[in-house]
């Protein structure tokens, strides 16, 4: 194991390590655009150069360690030169931070406050390009922002492999275009190049301009698009920042979804279906208990549910893949003795969906299956003849399959015509509204916190499951 020394503190590195893998791993930061661990070294922006005894300045990514080099991060020369390469990329960059998506999480923003500070030198007029160039029906480029670190091109070539971007001409009017033939709108990755992008060149159209990042928190999460369950932040307002006037539904909605880096599931990344979880939660929501469709408070709909369990005999259950592992343990400590149950497949891929790959995406497009079909039965036919009650959990159900004489209770969280056609209904909270755990294919226990209330009359499954358990006030 070489042993370096980092501005005269000995630190041990492996030999495959670069002088910024080191310096980072051990606490000395080393300012950096272009590098990203998940990339190849480009060693384009120059930003993360170092002073090594004996050999003068050079970019720390791409320096291999060797025994005994003496690195310095932060020599008057290095700071000499950092601020000069400041001066460099900010030549022709835009002073649009007021008005930029990226402000507030900016490398370049906070480099130019930590390393520079300076007015721009430059009298000369910038060089100016295009603002707004459609790159997809998802993402915005603004190529006067955009400082080549490229990035987003090595991540289409290296990560998702769609190859949709490159670099057209040389120089100072050298611009990010996609590649023809290979639209960036059929990368179901594509939107990580938002992230990634150091600068605010590349913008998210459904954000664009929908808030400033200042006003928002994240709440960790897992995504239910597949059985993947990659880990996310769900982004949304401050209670501080809560809007007074203007459209409150602002306040209690998803402003958008980023990464949770997770290396024992999905790295730093996640697709896109993981960013438009609004379209999944923000659907209009059933807030009203109802027995055949008429609107009763919840402790009549949970009693009508218990003296229809009490007086059944072949009862059945439809348990949801969308149910966290709190809930599905619940229905089987109370519920499991009761009911004949069988895991139901939620959600099928969508048309047009990308329904597998070897990057991320897998083909069960529910969070979780591998918990459901521990606890219960997945094959084999849930009724028969006999079968006179059926509850369904969730979502994904062919109810022209349930025979016709059994009664039904549904949990559902949505507005479906099926609600009021139920004996009971009784609507459920959704992963928003509540904490607890999924379980993905490989076994990997992740959990997801609350981050919006629930409506007073929407229950959660697993106290509406305590709940049935206990005996019927009447008889039906
Ligand atoms: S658009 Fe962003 S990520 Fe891509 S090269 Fe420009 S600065 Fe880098
Ligand atoms: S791969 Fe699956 S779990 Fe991960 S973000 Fe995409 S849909 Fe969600």
């Not at 000995?10 to 080191?22: I, R, W």
């Not at 007074?244 to 306040?251: A, K, M, V």
């Amino acid at each position: 194991m070489p042993e370096i020394f980092i501005n005269g503190q000995s630190v041990q590195a492996s030999e495959d390590q670069t002088v910024l893998q080191v310096a980072l791993e051990n606490g000395f930061f080393v300012p950096y655009f272009c590098w990203h661990p998940q990339l190849s070294v480009a060693g384009n922006c120059r930003m993360c150069l170092v002073e090594v005894e004996g050999r003068g300045l050079d970019i720390a990514c791409n320096m291999p360690v060797n025994t005994g080099m003496k690195v310095f991060t932060d020599s008057e020369d290095v700071k000499a030169h950092r601020k000069a390469i400041l001066q460099f990329i900010t030549l022709n960059h835009p002073v649009d931070c007021g008005i930029c998506d990226k402000a507030g999480e900016c490398t370049l923003q906070d480099y130019h406050y930590a390393y520079n500070g300076d007015a721009s030198l430059s009298r000369d007029a910038k060089v100016t390009s295009t603002k707004f160039y459609n790159l997809s029906n998802r993402i915005l480029l603004d190529n006067e922002r955009c400082i080549l670190c490229l990035r987003c091109t090595r991540f289409t070539h290296e990560v998702s492999k769609s190859m949709a971007l490159g670099v057209e001409r040389r120089g100072d009017v050298s611009n990010i275009r996609p590649v023809e033939d290979r639209p960036l709108a059929e990368d179901p990755y594509s939107d990580n190049i938002i992230d990634l992008c150091p600068v605010g060149a590349l913008l998210s159209r459904q954000f664009l301009h929908k808030s400033r990042v200042w006003y928002l928190q994240p709440t960790p999460s897992v995504c239910p698009g597949c059985e993947r369950g990659c880990t996310i932040q769900v982004w949304h307002r401050k209670p501080e920042w809560y809007l007074q006037s203007l459209d409150q539904r602002q306040n209690t909605s998803i402003a958008r979804v980023t990464p949770l880096e997770n290396p024992a599931v999905n790295g730093p990344w996640i697709c896109n279906k993981g960013r438009d979880l609004a379209r999944i939660f923000e659907r209009t929501r059933a807030e009203q208990p109802m027995l055949k469709g008429r609107p009763v408070p919840v402790a009549e709909a949970l009693d009508a549910a218990r003296r229809l369990i009490g007086a059944s005999r072949h009862p059945v259950a439809l348990v949801s893949n969308w149910g966290s592992n709190e809930e599905l343990e619940a229905f089987k400590r109370h519920l499991g003795e009761v009911f004949h149950s069988r895991v139901k497949r939620d959600w099928l891929p969508e048309e047009g969906e990308r329904v597998e790959d070897d990057l991320l995406i897998r083909p069960d497009k529910n969070p979780n299956s591998a918990k459901a079909r521990e606890l219960f039965d997945e094959g084999g036919p849930a009724w028969h003849d006999g079968t006179d009650l059926v509850l369904v959990w969730g979502e994904g159900c062919d109810f022209a399959r349930i025979p016709p004489k059994a009664r039904l209770i549904f949990l559902n969280s949505y507005l479906a015509p099926e609600n009021g056609h139920a004996d009971v209904f009784l609507p459920i909270s959704i992963q928003t509204e509540r904490a607890g755990h999924y379980t993905n294919f490989q076994g990997v226990v992740s959990r997801f916190e609350a981050c919006f209330p629930k409506a007073g009359s929407v229950l959660d499954a697993e106290a509406v499951f305590k709940s049935l358990a206990t005996p019927a006030r009447g008889h039906p």
